[in-house]
């Protein structure tokens, strides 16, 4: 079965810090990695999505990497805001393409 | 429509009382997914639709839950005889296809008194 770990649970940064979001996962046989944030009291918004054949994906600020046969991902962001701050989900999707299976989120916080 | 649309936002009901939560996914999308997620915890997955295909329902916690979609469209979550432990919000996501870019809704928040 599937699982997904999101190291750390929180994160509090300076505004303009570089900072890394962890995602590893237990099965290796995924067909794509999916990154989300969600600010407070509001639904998913879809930040960046690696297929299994690619390495990284870029938007903006945002960089994500996959190194499958590790099961790990990480989410890059850099000069971090405080319009940053939110929960940033990790989400994998297995081999026959099936529903998506969630890391329980990081917490981040950017003070000015 | 331009997005995930989800009815109602928010849902009061009494406990023993059936509700009914609706999911209208991005126009085109065949995948269509129903997730929960209670305060303080992730993203726990319900059922999954994929075309024509017989939907995914492992992650249903109880024969009081079941979801239908119709026309390969419109999806609702009916969820019978409901408990306090169903208090959630309750989220659903389409995709163009399975494995593609999951889009959310913005989710129906349930309060059982």
């Known amino acids: 079965k599937q699982e997904v770990t999101q190291i750390p649970a929180a994160l509090s940064v300076p505004e303009g810090e570089n900072l890394v979001l962890n995602c590893s996962f237990t099965?290796?046989?995924?067909?794509?990695l999916q990154w989300f944030r969600q600010d407070p009291g509001k639904g998913l918004t879809s930040l960046l999505l690696?297929?299994?054949?690619?390495r990284e994906q870029t938007s903006g600020r945002l960089n994500a990497s996959l190194d499958k046969s590790s099961g790990r991902s990480t989410l890059y962001i850099a000069a971090s805001q405080p319009g940053d701050s939110a929960t940033y989900l990790c989400?994998?999707?297995?081999?026959?393409?099936?529903?998506?299976?969630f890391g329980k989120g990081t917490t981040l916080s950017v003070s000015s | 429509g331009a997005g995930v649309s989800q009815s109602p936002s928010n849902k009061v009901t009494e406990k023993g009382k059936d509700v009914e939560l609706r999911c209208d996914p991005i126009?085109?999308?065949?995948?269509l997914y129903w997730y929960r997620q209670s305060l303080g915890q992730g993203l726990e997955f319900l059922i999954y639709?994929?075309?024509?295909?017989?939907?995914?329902k492992s992650g249903l916690p109880s024969d009081r839950f079941s979801a239908e979609r119709t026309g390969g469209s419109v999806s609702t979550l009916t969820i019978q005889r409901t408990q306090q432990e169903d208090s959630a919000v309750y989220l659903c996501?389409?995709?163009?296809?399975?494995?593609?870019?999951?889009?959310f809704g913005q989710g129906t928040r349930l309060t059982v008194v």
């Open positions: 996501a389409s995709s163009y296809s399975r494995g593609d870019e999951a889009f």
């Open positions: 099965d290796s046989a995924i067909y794509n």
């Open positions: 690696i297929q299994s054949s690619q």
């Open positions: 989400a994998v999707s297995g081999q026959a393409g099936t529903a998506l299976i």
């Open positions: 126009s085109g999308h065949t995948a």
């Open positions: 639709f994929q075309g024509n295909s017989a939907p995914d």
